[in-house]
T-cell receptor, first 116, second 112 residues
Framework: GAGVSQSPSNKVTEKGKDVELRCDPI?????LYWYRQRLGQGLEFLIY????????KSGLPSDRFSAERTGESVSTLTIQRTQQEDSAVYLC??????????????FGSGTRLTVV | SQQGEEDPQALSIQEGENATMNCSYK?????LQWYRQNSGRGLVHLIL?????REKHSGRLRVTLDTSKKSSSLLITASRAADTASYFC????????????FGEGTQLTVNP
């Protein structure tokens, strides 16, 4: 597609429920990233996918968080047993290649998650 | 910890004035990038400067990079109310870098 698409745009969930967030990157972009942004703060790295390589999961805050990507297409971020501290905007970005190769990211509009 | 740190955290100016935001980082880089964010949603890529470049221009934007001081600045000239947004710098972590690390951002307000 023309841009990075994320769904849902907004999600309100009850504490303890599981949620699944979706990201559809730009076609041909081999790199896909998930970040979390709490209100008024910077972006916190969560996970990175590059082609068919093993993902870099070093930013996932707990084992309640997991993510998958099918080949070089759609990715889903799953948060199990949500907690109030999980409330944030979850941003997905894709890129033609890893950051060191001098390509910028294209971001989606994010999913605003509110855990009540 | 954040690789990039922006300064100031907030900046308020009048339309027509120039806005300067600074970014410091800690490790080696291949490139440094600046992004803009409106209303807490998706970021938009503004400009990328490579580690062997010292200055780059794009329209009303001017970015400088000083690798000896590990710092960069973003200058927006002749600012407009529509420039009101948060601005983030991001660094790639050098030759082994695979992802960008973002700073906390500068909130710019341009008053009409």
């Amino acid at each position: 597609g023309a841009g990075v698409s994320q769904s849902p745009s907004n999600k309100v969930t009850e504490k303890g429920k599981d949620v699944e967030l979706r990201c559809d990157p730009i076609s041909g972009h081999t790199a896909l990233y998930w970040y979390r942004q709490r209100l008024g703060q910077g972006l916190e790295f969560l996970i990175y996918f590059q082609g068919n390589s093993a993902p870099d999961k070093s930013g996932l805050p707990s084992d309640r968080f997991s993510a998958e990507r099918t080949g070089e297409s759609v990715s889903t971020l799953t948060i199990q047993r949500t907690q109030q501290e999980d409330s944030a905007v979850y941003l997905c970005a894709s890129s033609l290649a890893p950051a060191r190769t001098n390509y910028g990211y294209t971001f989606g509009s994010g999913t605003r998650l509110t855990v009540v | 910890s954040q690789q990039g740190e922006e300064d100031p955290q907030a900046l308020s100016i009048q339309e027509g004035e120039n806005a300067t935001m600074n970014c410091s980082y800690k490790t080696s880089i291949n490139n440094l990038q600046w992004y803009r964010q409106n209303s807490g949603r998706g970021l938009v890529h503004l400009i990328l400067i490579r580690s062997n470049e010292r200055e780059k221009h794009s329209g009303r934007l001017r970015v400088t990079l000083d690798t000896s001081k590990k710092s960069s600045s973003l200058l927006i000239t002749a600012s407009r109310a529509a420039d009101t947004a948060s601005y983030f710098c991001a660094t790639d972590g050098g030759t082994s870098g695979s992802r960008l690390t973002f700073g906390e951002g500068t909130q710019l307000t341009v008053n009409p």
